[in-house]
Nanobody, 119 residues
Framework: QVQLVESGGGLVQAGGSLRLSCAAS????????MGWYRQAPGKQRELVAA???????NYTDSVKGRSTITRDNAKNTVYLQMNRLKPDDTAVYYC?????????????WGHGTQVTVSS
């Protein structure tokens, strides 16, 4: 089994910054894509940013230019630096990892960390 443990959420004023971290542990042969999703009340879960094992990144339009996703492959950890935060960024942020176990890729999720941006 694989566990994803998130940290770094909290309450911040609009214009502020937060850094989310997610560490994966367990039986891991290789982690392909790691990323962050978020879900606001009454809305569907959406991709915020993702990064491949080779460092290729993808961002949703609303966070482009304000957020940076990075990863440390040696530590199986992904980070999301979010700047110039807006109240619309308020949501529960979930870490995701696509993990290669033996010959198959499995999706794993963290429990989520709350990000609240006050106006």
């Amino acid at each position: 089994q694989v566990q994803l443990v998130e940290s770094g959420g909290g309450l911040v004023q609009a214009g502020g910054s937060l850094r989310l971290s997610c560490a994966a542990s367990g039986y891991i042969l290789k982690i392909n894509t790691m990323g962050w999703y978020r879900q606001a009340p009454g809305k569907q879960r959406e991709l915020v940013a993702a990064i491949t094992s080779g460092g290729i990144t993808n961002y949703t339009d609303s966070v482009k230019g304000r957020s940076t996703i990075t990863r440390d492959n040696a530590k199986n950890t992904v980070y999301l630096q979010m700047n110039r935060l807006k109240p619309d960024d308020t949501a529960v942020y979930y870490c995701h990892a696509a993990v290669l176990i033996t010959t198959l890729v499995y999706d794993f999720w963290g429990h989520g960390t709350q990000v609240t941006v006050s106006s």
